[in-house]
């Protein structure tokens, strides 16, 4: 194989670690890309594992703490170079850092195909072949059960239509490939192709911006509990997962590192964090954890900001938000203020207008169901209703892909009808691997049936 | 044990035979050319021409590995056309009306000349095979005629039955009886076979024609010929016209109202034709809304008053023809010189052919052209050049000679149709082919020259006009590159404003809003005389980046196509497989695994539970002794 793949390796869900898997030709530039290991001289043995941190593309932003492990060609898994990441486990994360590694010369894979590219590139007992060739096909099996359970409904219909539109399409463009001579096949014109693509490429965009919510079906929403120290964030947190999980005292900055539990709120699935208070740490401790909050907040899909209704003390940190971030302010220890309502409206006025704020006591459990309801309300469970919603990481990356290839046609006014065609089977073959195989063939009988072709 | 007769036994005299032939010959083989009319070589039984989008490249191809097709369409062409000429280079396409007496006695002459050919005029009755090996064949007139090897390149003799109107008869072809018994020693042989049909329209004579009611097509100047083998410039006749004219809503009312006297409608005619191609009368039932089809007049010939009336092939009775076609535009009172007809023949299913064109039940015979359901003088062509190269290695015991859908036409037509259910006779389009940006009729020879050269297909003149062409363009690709247009010419000539200045001509081929046009306009006559080089450097530097991608794309599909399945392999063994997939698999029984893939039914999963077992099974005998060792 010349191209280089990369996926999560583990398994969704809960974990203590997650492992990237990158494999080709690529896979050692890309590390060497994307890791500064903490002892900057250390080379990559291979097989021998190296702590460091994982950078952006512009070598900015640390996205986590990880070890790497290079494992060059011929011995590996795979039989070819390849990488592996063991990175903080939660999809979100591990997501983050795949997000990263796509951004350079390689590709998801596919089901199955680090297995595939073992079996291409080793040959390996019979036993041990069939053993895992079970496990593939399992694999797929299932997949393929999920999928055509989720492609039953509306995003089946949806992805259909989708497809048809592109049959559609094709078949216009390639009969006045192939039949020029012929009366009723007339050249597409500009405006009727712009316009047609116009309409996939509005239904794709959907699609693909529908993930955010079919990630969080998938993998669950990512609320983190932020606010300087001591204003409660433990004993809400305590208070969401009923349960006394997290340690509590009256002492500021007793929770030093975060804390993760899984929570169900009718139905939606809420990984709730529990943070270090942020201020000026004073230990060497209380830094590193304030550090780590730092760095949960830009992996948040909502924080909510925890003040002390009694204190003044107002957190600046949170300025730049994510697109598609959001957050929500919430004012705890009412049980312990006389007038909660005069003490608000004061508060209130350094928050910007339309911000979503609330009133709670962690300790009676006032304003709770208050609470549970904008987080809800922020993840737009409501959407789903409409059940139009990519859920597969997999389905997002292939619609992106024929998006670009789609947009190219948009783009280049002048391009010749043929190599039109070529941007559209890119795109048909990216939905096609998700929907089925468009066969030539469907293509013909399209314009046998639509035109009189009789030269 | 005696000597066969011959090595190779070519029964048909058609597009493919005659091209067997030829290849066969030229690779040193003692040929036998089994024909019943040897007056009627290459006859061109339904349409006067040759090529057209997609099956231009065909002949290009053909051309390019010696073959016949190109040669004798230029030397018989009336009219030269460029189609798609509006459109990218990957389809623009040749189709040259032709002179179908010229067409056929030049390859008659063609055939007579070539060394270690006997055409033997008789009817092959049936076929002699020993343990599952091909001998030789029965004939009519003669005794068992034996030999190493058969190309049974049958056209639509075996047992073709033609309609007129509820008139049932007999017959290959117009005047020529059909070929009884093949089909049935096939069938004891063990092949399933299958009916197909076809059809042609009525003949006219152009006397009673009424130019001035119909528009005239004349071909285009310079007249692009296909063949690349010209030693100087060809001298084309190119003053054939065509004219394009239409049927009336009369024309669709006569034939509705004796819809029940069309063969077609009543049920008389049971095997499929090809929806491509489509008769008059299915015209105007499928399309009833159409108030006019488009109809071509087309030449069959200089010296010949009588014209092929291109789109109104029909099988409705004479009568009904001869009413029918008066209603057309310009034909008010034409006169029918040969009724149209449609005709049923034998194929058979080409699941059971290798893309080498052998068939997997019996070595040594091979089938092509219609007899494997395709259509066309294209398509037969390509297919008895290949039939008649691996007649010859099989011989010789080599490694049959097959080709990449990635690098022609024919291969993907032979891959197409070995993994697909062939159910109305199969045509080439461009849109059959993934890797269209590359195959042109424009780089035909570079794609194939590497085999030309391997199996030794050209003769001392053609391999100097080869080293000549590829000379021209590495000269011509040098010039484009290091010439400089200045800034001056680039504003005044092309609109063009850049920072740096001036550019190379070839940087400036790659603007997009360049024509190629252009640039021969602006360079004057420097490069007129070599346009099919500079033409062919152009595309290249235009389309660099497309092909590039397309290029990563074939690599990786390489990989998979190398990776042959064992012909004993059993699908069903695979769990992982779904129903629908392994019986697919099971009845085609692809040679790789890249054909699996391209199977209807079998989707990627499959591929991945199919690739990982053939490649476990594949390596594991090779690398077994080696491990042991370790």
Known sequence: MDDTIAAIATPTGSGGIAVIRISGPKAPEILDNIFIPNKSDSKPTPYFLRFGRIVGQNGSEALDEVMAAYMPGSKSFTGEDMVEIYCHAGQFLAKAILDNILKYDCRPAEAGEFSQRRFLNHGVDLTRLEGSAEVVAAKTDLAFRLSKEHLLGAYGEHLAALREKMVHLLAEVEADIDFPEEESVGTIGRDKLEAELDGIIENLSRLVGSYQTGRIIQDGYRVVILGPPNAGKSSLFNRLVKQNRALVTPVPGTTRDWLSEWIDLDGLPVELYDTAGLAAGRGRVEKAGIAKTRSLIGRADLMVVVYDIASRTMLSVIENLRAGQDIIFVFNKIDLVDKPDTVMAKRREKLPPDAAVCTVSALTGRGLTELTGLIAGKAGLADLTESLVVTSYRHKTKLDRALAHLKRIRRQKNLPVEMISFELRQAAGRIDEITGHIYTEEILDKIFSRFCIGK | ?630
Not at chain 2, 251 to 273: C, F, H, M, W
Not at chain 2, 319 to 329: G, H, L, P
Not at chain 2, 353 to 381: C, D, M
């Open chain 2, 1 to 630: 044990m005696t000597e066969p007769d011959f090595d190779i036994i070519v029964v048909g005299g058609g597009h493919a035979g005659t091209e067997a032939v030829r290849a066969a010959s030229r690779l040193g083989m003692k040929v036998a050319l089994v024909t019943m009319d040897k007056n009627k070589l290459a006859l061109m039984s339904c349409n006067p021409a040759v090529g057209g989008v997609g099956k231009g490249h065909l002949v290009r191809e053909v051309d390019a590995l010696g073959g016949i097709i190109g040669v004798a369409t230029d030397y018989a062409g009336i009219q030269f056309r460029r189609l798609n000429l509006s459109k990218g280079p990957a389809v623009r396409s040749t189709r040259v009306q032709c002179d179908r007496r010229e067409y056929s006695r030049f390859v008659s002459q063609f055939v007579a000349r070539l060394s270690g050919v006997e055409i033997i005029e008789d009817e092959a009755t049936g076929l002699v095979i020993e343990n599952n090996r091909v001998k030789g064949i029965k004939s009519r007139n003669n005794n068992d005629i034996t030999a190493k090897a058969v190309i049974l390149a049958t056209g639509t003799f075996l047992n073709g039955l033609m309609h007129i109107g509820d008139r049932k008869f007999s017959g290959g072809r117009r005047d020529d009886p059909a070929a009884v018994g093949l089909t049935e020693s096939l069938q004891v042989a063990g092949f399933e076979t299958g009916r197909l049909k076809t059809g042609t329209p009525p003949r006219i004579d152009g006397r009673t024609i009424d130019y001035s009611k119909v528009e005239a097509q004349p071909g285009h100047e310079p007249p692009p010929c296909f063949s690349h083998f010209h030693a100087t410039s060809p001298r084309l006749n190119n003053a054939g016209l065509c004219y394009l004219t239409y049927t009336t809503p009369e024309t669709a009312r006569i034939i509705r109202e004796n819809l029940d006297r069309v063969p077609l409608y009543s049920g008389q005619i049971k095997g499929r034709g090809p929806r491509y191609c489509p008769s008059i009368e299915d015209k105007v039932v499928r399309f009833a809304d159409k108030q006019r089809h488009q109809l071509f007049i087309e030449p069959e010939g200089n010296g010949t008053e009588e014209i092929y009336l291109n789109g109104f092939s029909t099988s409705i009775p004479e009568d009904i023809q001869a009413a029918a076609v008066r209603t057309v535009i310009g034909l008010e009172n034409a006169v029918i010189t040969k009724p149209g007809y449609a005709i049923e023949y034998d194929y058979v299913p080409p699941f059971q052919i290798k893309p080498s064109l052998e068939t997997r039940r019996v070595a040594g015979l091979f089938h092509a052209g219609q007899i494997n359901g395709t259509s066309g003088y294209e398509e037969a062509a390509a297919q008895g050049l290949i039939a008649g190269i691996n007649a010859t290695l099989y011989i010789e015991g080599r490694e049959p000679f097959v080709l990449g859908r990635d690098e022609s036409y024919i291969g993907v037509m032979l891959d197409d149709i070995v993994t697909r259910n062939i159910s109305e006779p199969y045509r080439m389009f461009t849109s059959r082919a993934e890797f269209r940006l590359a195959l042109r009729e424009d780089n035909a020879l570079d794609r194939l020259v590497p085999y030309g050269r391997k199996y030794n297909l050209y003769s001392d003149d053609e391999l100097a006009l080869i080293a000549r062409r590829e000379k021209e363009l590495e000269e011509t690709v040098g010039y484009l590159k290091s010439t400089k247009v200045s800034a001056g010419i680039l504003k005044e000539q092309f609109g063009l404003e850049t920072k740096k200045g001036s550019m190379t001509i070839s940087e400036l081929m790659c603007r997009p809003e360049v024509e190629l046009e252009k640039i021969l306009s602006w360079s004057g006559d420097g490069f007129r005389d070599r346009i099919e080089v500079f033409e062919k450097a152009y595309i290249l530097l235009k389309y660099k980046g497309y092909l590039k991608k397309q290029e990563r794309e074939i690599e990786r599909r390489r990989r998979l196509e190398g990776i042959a399945i064992p012909s004993d392999f059993d699908y069903s063994s695979l769990t992982g497989l779904k129903k629908e997939a392994t019986e697919k698999l099971n009845r085609f029984r692809p040679f790789t695994v890249g054909q699996a893939g391209r199977i209807e039914g079998v989707t990627p999963s499959d591929m991945a539970v199919l690739t990982i077992y053939i490649s476990g099974r594949q390596k594991r005998p090779s690398k077994g002794v080696s491990r042991e060792a370790e």
